[in-house]
Each structure stands twice: as structure tokens, then as C-alpha cells.
């Protein structure tokens, strides 16, 4: 990851927005405890100059900004701390043995009937998570369980509205705060449709909304700006209900 958000279109902006992003690239790792304010102070322009220039951007404000080069300096320092190895095998174990730990049997049981008495199952995932969702439909597919892996945004938007009681809107995210998952989500809650989320362990706003839900353990959940993370917790879960439903299914 790096800071080109910020560049991408600096041939367009004015000179004081320039001085702005100039001062920020040069000086990230003090900036993430600075707030707009005090930015505007150091470089002698106003506060709202600070908060424009981070909406020109493409941001919500100067908070998420500044979240976006909070962002980058710390997988900076990560990189520069060299992992052995073993450390990283050491990590995927933690990973998975966490993820394990945080399962029940009788959560799972519950989960997999839903999805096997379901009439469809439309499965929904963004970014790094859409080959896990799309993994689990095919191997869905297989067990005779009739899923549907909705890939296009522009079919995600429209989805809810056509959903119905017999059937089951299966939703994965990570961080639990991907916008077009917790819209359509929304959406299917206040028609009663049941959901089913698989997310990180910790509370999130999806968690928060899915009457079903599966969790499993990640160091890092913000993958709006870093797609890099692992989902090997995701995995982890998905291959769980894959097994349990080929196992258990026709009991």
C-alpha cells in the first residue's frame, strides 16, 4: 500500500492544496495525531482548506484521511519488521487455532439446516472475500444445496428487493463494515428475510444486523485501504459449513 490517493490527481489542484499534501506526504507519521485544526495551523491556511481538500480526494473528511495514512504507516512498520519464517507459519497457526476456538457445534448445526432448507441462498462478498463466497457456492452446488454467488454491485443493489421469506441472503465481510453488504442487509432485515454473516470477531455493524453468524479471528479487520489482509479465518469457516453440510446434511 501507499499513499497515491493523495497524488492521483495533484496535477489539478491549486497551489495551496499542493503546500497541503506536500506537508502530509512528507510528514505522515506526524500527521496521524494531528487534526485538521492543527494541520491549518502549522500551515498557515484555514481549517476548512484541510477538510475541502481531503472531500476533493474522494474522502468523507479529514478524519478518514488522516485514517487512510494511519493506515499506511502502520503496514509501513510492519513491513520493516522482517518476519522469519517460522513467525509466519506461527501467525496462520494462531490464525486458525483462534478461529477454531471461537466455534460451536450447535451454531454450526443451526446454520447448516438454514441453508440446506433454504429455497436459494444468495451468497454476497466484496474485494479478497468474493473468491471465499464464490468457493463456498460452487462446493454449495456440489451438495445439491442451490446457491447463487452475486459478484456484479449493480445486482447486489437491486437484490434485496426481490428477495423472499424461503429464502436466505448469506453475507461475508471481514471487517463487518463493507457499505454495500450492511445496505442490502438492511434491506433484507426489514423484510424479515433471514442472514447469515460470516465476519471477524468483533463488533461490527453486521454482526449487529444478521440473525445468523459465524466468527472468526483476524489481527487487522480494516480492509477498506489494504485488501492484503488474510482471510484465512474466512476460509476457515467456510470449509467448516462445506464439511458439516456434506457430513450432517442428509441426517
Known amino acids: 500500500m501507499n499513499l497515491s490517493k493523495l497524488t492521483e490527481r495533484y496535477s489539478e489542484l491549486t497551489g495551496l492544496e499542493k503546500k497541503i499534501i506536500e506537508y502530509i506526504m512528507n510528514n505522515s507519521e506526524k500527521v496521524i495525531h494531528l487534526t485538521a485544526n492543527e ?33 499506511y504507516v502502520q503496514n509501513k512498520k510492519k ?20 478461529t477454531l476456538a471461537l466455534q460451536s457445534e450447535e451454531n454450526i448445526k443451526v446454520i447448516a439446516e438454514k441453508i440446506i432448507n433454504s429455497r ?3 451468497i454476497i462478498a466484496r474485494g479478497a472475500s468474493k473468491p471465499i463466497a464464490d468457493l463456498l457456492s460452487s462446493r454449495l452446488a456440489l451438495l445439491r444445496v442451490k446457491s447463487i454467488f452475486i459478484s456484479d454491485p449493480n445486482l447486489i443493489d437491486v437484490l434485496g428487493e426481490g428477495l423472499d421469506k424461503e ?17 442490502i442487509t438492511k434491506a433484507a432485515r426489514a423484510r424479515s428475510i433471514d442472514v447469515i454473516a460470516l465476519t471477524s470477531f468483533s463488533s461490527n455493524s453486521l454482526q449487529k444486523l444478521a440473525n445468523y453468524n459465524m466468527f472468526c479471528f483476524a489481527d487487522d ?8 489482509i488474510s482471510r484465512i479465518g474466512l476460509h476457515t469457516l467456510t470449509h467448516i459449513l462445506i464439511t458439516y453440510i456434506d457430513m450432517h446434511g442428509k441426517e
Do not use: C, P, W
Not at 518476519?83 to 494462531?94: H, K, M, P, R, T
Not at 429464502?167 to 450492511?182: A, D, Q, R, Y
Open 39 to 71: 494541520v491549518a495551523e502549522i500551515l498557515y491556511v484555514s481549517k476548512t482548506s484541510v477538510i475541502n481538500l481531503s472531500k476533493k480526494l474522494g474522502f468523507d473528511g479529514y478524519s478518514e484521511l488522516r485514517y487512510y495514512v494511519k493506515d
Open 79 to 98: 513491513k520493516e519488521e522482517l518476519l522469519s519464517f517460522e513467525d509466519i507459519l506461527g501467525n496462520i497457526q494462531d490464525e486458525v487455532t483462534k
Open 120 to 122: 436459494i441462498v444468495y
Open 167 to 183: 429464502e436466505t441472503l448469506f453475507v461475508m465481510s471481514l471487517s463487518g463494515e463493507t457499505e454495500k453488504i450492511l445496505t
Open 221 to 228: 479487520t480494516e480492509t477498506k485501504y489494504n485488501d492484503l
